[in-house]
């Protein structure tokens, strides 16, 4: 793994909120974290609250007293050190495979970004040498299971606590697998003893459900254009009719989204000689298109609305300081229930239903070019050979598979809740949940999509001598490199498609096709 932070601008704590770009560069990116020095007074000014509390005789939540359905005992000042470490401890409580490094480092910076906000009462040095740890690329091992999204990501942030504290597991910068003390004193970090609220200010967040949103908003709002390009080329390629896209008719139906999708796809298919050469009506007599190419804007469109009300809870979670207890402005000490996971649940179950949905359109629309009796005039399954070869023919099986288990992947999970802490967390968010499975539908989606490329670029090619539009054209090319989606005899197709993959995945085709339309919405 190559170390990029030296190569990205830092991204500042304590001074305008992050926004989700900021996420995506830490978490994907490597670019280092530095706390201003304002955050840096604001957080030494709470602690002295707390501090100040540490003494009294009146119990303070998560200061002088146990957590949860242990709430109800006063903890000796003696045992107070002891407290935040087997809070923790014990809360470092995962099992299941290893999550992604990005995910992992998305979860530490908004855990940081609101320790930052001088609302959590957290030390000074505990949160620098937090901040030491991410920009190390130190990525302690958090697993698939153990976040009910009840006090938010408890397990999960607890792995990364333990870190801190020098005991666990973590991955170093190079993605070796180590004992926690051992990485840190190679970076040379000192670990963390945990004082008074410490325990609990660095585990008591949604960060891990927020941290997938960002990173599942970015990655949608690719695939989203991306889907606006390929449906513009199966349009093409089956001989469609780019009329239902004019901008007047969508403007009778003032959804933004569908208009924005609209206008990439009329961008896509502008000057196609494969679309002139139909346009007459007496020579096409087909009068509307399957609901799959027609609707395609609508459904789209829907999607790019359901990601920007994804991206405003987003924006709105990332401007939060989530912790139980907080310090508040005017240096109360307050028990909330902010934590709770519920607005970044439902929005994580929105995006999983909705890339379900631009899947199944996508796999539609594939499904169309492989078949005869509706492909107008293609060979079967865009086989050279029908009989001999199969063209695609399983190519769109994986793609139904595909869309199959995304369908099952959009059941929420946000409607579940199951109790815990001796009744005392009693409904729960499953945010932690929606998010893995929304990362494995982004993920299908992504693959799906790829498909419906390789089929509109062999359906198109198959048109000769008719060229494609120059969008069309440009896209083909950057998918064609070695050959991948030229027509021809059958040939080991998996390297093909996860080359389409690859080029979905980094963006090569929306920049293919922003070479000749320019910016796509």
Same mark, same amino acid.
């Given at each position: 793994?190559?170390?990029?932070?030296? /190569?990205?601008?830092?991204?500042?704590?304590?001074?305008?909120?992050?926004?989700?770009?900021?996420?995506? /560069?830490?978490?994907?990116?490597?670019?280092?974290?530095?706390?201003?020095?304002?955050?840096?007074?604001?957080?030494?000014?709470?602690?002295?609250?707390?501090?100040?509390?540490?003494? %009294?005789?009146?119990?303070?939540?998560?200061?002088?007293?146990?957590?949860?359905?242990?709430?109800?005992?006063?903890?000796?000042?003696? *045992?107070?050190?002891?407290?935040?470490?087997?809070?923790?401890?014990?809360?470092?409580?995962?099992?299941?495979?290893?999550?992604?490094?990005?995910?992992?480092?998305?979860?530490?910076?908004?855990?940081?970004?609101?320790?930052?906000?001088?609302?959590?009462?957290?030390?000074?040095?505990?949160?620098?040498?937090?901040?030491?740890?991410?920009?190390?690329?130190?990525?302690?091992?958090?697993?698939?299971?153990?976040?009910?999204?009840?006090?938010?990501?408890?397990?999960?942030?607890?792995?990364?606590?333990?870190?801190?504290?020098?005991?666990?597991?973590?991955?170093?910068?190079?993605?070796?697998?180590?004992?926690?003390?051992?990485?840190?004193?190679?970076?040379? =970090?000192?670990?963390?003893?945990?004082?008074?609220?410490?325990?609990?200010?660095?585990?008591?967040?949604?960060?891990?459900?927020?941290?997938?949103?960002?990173?599942?908003?970015?990655?949608?709002?690719?695939?989203?254009?991306?889907?606006?390009?390929?449906?513009?080329?199966?349009?093409?390629?089956?001989?469609?009719?780019?009329?239902?896209?004019?901008?007047?008719?969508?403007?009778?139906?003032?959804?933004?989204?569908?208009?924005?999708?609209?206008?990439?796809?009329?961008?896509?298919?502008?000057?196609?000689?494969?679309?002139?050469?139909?346009?007459?009506?007496?020579?096409?007599?087909?009068?509307?298109?399957?609901?799959?190419?027609?609707?395609?804007?609508?459904?789209?469109?829907?999607?790019?609305?359901?990601?920007?009300?994804?991206?405003?809870?987003?924006?709105?979670? *990332?401007?939060?300081?989530?912790?139980?207890?907080?310090?508040?402005?005017?240096?109360?000490?307050?028990?909330?229930?902010?934590?709770?996971?519920?607005?970044?649940?439902?929005? *994580?179950?929105?995006?999983?239903?909705?890339?379900?949905?631009?899947?199944?359109?996508?796999?539609?629309?594939?499904?169309?070019?492989?078949?005869?009796?509706?492909?107008?005039?293609?060979?079967?399954?865009?086989?050279?050979?029908?009989?001999?070869?199969?063209?695609?023919? =399983?190519? /769109?099986?994986? /793609?139904?598979?595909?869309?199959?288990?995304?369908?099952?992947?959009?059941?929420?999970?946000?409607?579940?809740?199951?109790?815990?802490?001796?009744?005392?967390?009693?409904?729960?968010?499953?945010?932690?949940?929606?998010?893995?499975?929304?990362?494995?539908?982004?993920?299908?989606?992504?693959?799906?999509?790829?498909?419906?490329?390789?089929?509109?670029?062999?359906?198109?090619?198959?048109?000769?001598?008719?060229?494609?539009?120059?969008?069309?054209?440009?896209?083909?090319?950057?998918?064609?490199?070695?050959?991948?989606?030229?027509?021809?005899?059958?040939?080991?197709?998996?390297? %093909?498609?996860?080359?389409?993959?690859?080029?979905?995945? %980094?963006?090569?085709?929306?920049?293919?096709?922003?070479?000749?339309?320019?910016?796509?919405?």
């Amino acid at each position: 793994m190559t170390d990029t932070t030296t /190569q990205q601008h830092p991204v500042s704590l304590g001074g305008d909120r992050l926004s989700i770009d900021d996420v995506v /560069q830490v978490a994907r990116h490597g670019a280092p974290v530095e706390l201003s020095p304002t955050a840096l007074d604001a957080v030494r000014a709470t602690r002295g609250t707390i501090e100040g509390l540490a003494n %009294d005789t009146v119990a303070h939540y998560g200061v002088s007293t146990g957590f949860g359905a242990l709430a109800t005992r006063h903890i000796p000042v003696e *045992l107070r050190a002891q407290l935040q470490r087997s809070l923790v401890r014990s809360h470092a409580a995962g099992a299941g495979p290893e999550v992604e490094r990005e995910v992992v480092r998305a979860l530490m910076l908004l855990r940081i970004a609101t320790l930052s906000t001088g609302r959590t009462g957290i030390r000074a040095e505990t949160l620098e040498t937090y901040i030491a740890i991410l920009n190390a690329g130190i990525t302690p091992v958090v697993h698939e299971f153990g976040s009910l999204g009840c006090s938010g990501d408890l397990a999960p942030l607890s792995h990364c606590a333990l870190a801190l504290m020098g005991e666990g597991l973590v991955r170093d910068l190079d993605g070796e697998v180590m004992e926690a003390g051992e990485a840190l004193a190679a970076a040379g =970090i000192t670990p963390v003893q945990l004082a008074e609220k410490e325990g609990l200010a660095l585990i008591n967040g949604t960060d891990g459900m927020l941290g997938m949103l960002c990173l599942a908003i970015a990655d949608l709002r690719q695939l989203v254009t991306t889907a606006d390009i390929s449906a513009a080329m199966s349009v093409e390629g089956l001989l469609g009719t780019d009329d239902v896209f004019a901008a007047d008719l969508h403007a009778l139906r003032p959804q933004p989204g569908q208009a924005r999708s609209a206008e990439n796809m009329r961008k896509v298919l502008s000057d196609s000689p494969i679309r002139e050469s139909h346009r007459d009506p007496a020579a096409c007599t087909r009068v509307q298109d399957a609901y799959s190419l027609r609707c395609a804007p609508q459904v789209a469109g829907g999607v790019r609305d359901t990601i920007d009300h994804a991206a405003r809870v987003a924006e709105w979670e *990332l401007a939060s300081a989530i912790d139980n207890p907080v310090v508040t402005l005017d240096g109360r000490v307050e028990s909330n229930g902010n934590f709770h996971g519920a607005p970044v649940a439902y929005v *994580l179950d929105f995006l999983s239903i909705v890339a379900a949905d631009l899947a199944s359109i996508s796999e539609r629309r594939t499904d169309r070019f492989l078949d005869k009796a509706r492909n107008n005039g293609l060979p079967p399954f865009l086989a050279d050979d029908p009989g001999v070869d199969s063209g695609l023919m =399983i190519a /769109q099986y994986t /793609q139904a598979a595909m869309v199959s288990e995304m369908k099952r992947l959009a059941v929420p999970a946000s409607v579940d809740s199951i109790p815990s802490s001796a009744m005392q967390e009693d409904h729960v968010s499953m945010g932690w949940s929606g998010a893995r499975k929304l990362r494995r539908s982004v993920d299908a989606l992504t693959r799906v999509l790829a498909i419906e490329l390789v089929a509109a670029a062999r359906g198109i090619q198959l048109r000769a001598p008719l060229e494609p539009a120059p969008a069309t054209a440009a896209v083909i090319a950057a998918l064609g490199e070695g050959g991948n989606v030229v027509p021809g005899p059958d040939r080991f197709l998996a390297p %093909d498609l996860e080359a389409a993959y690859e080029a979905v995945l %980094d963006g090569t085709v929306v920049r293919a096709a922003e070479t000749v339309t320019g910016r796509l919405n």
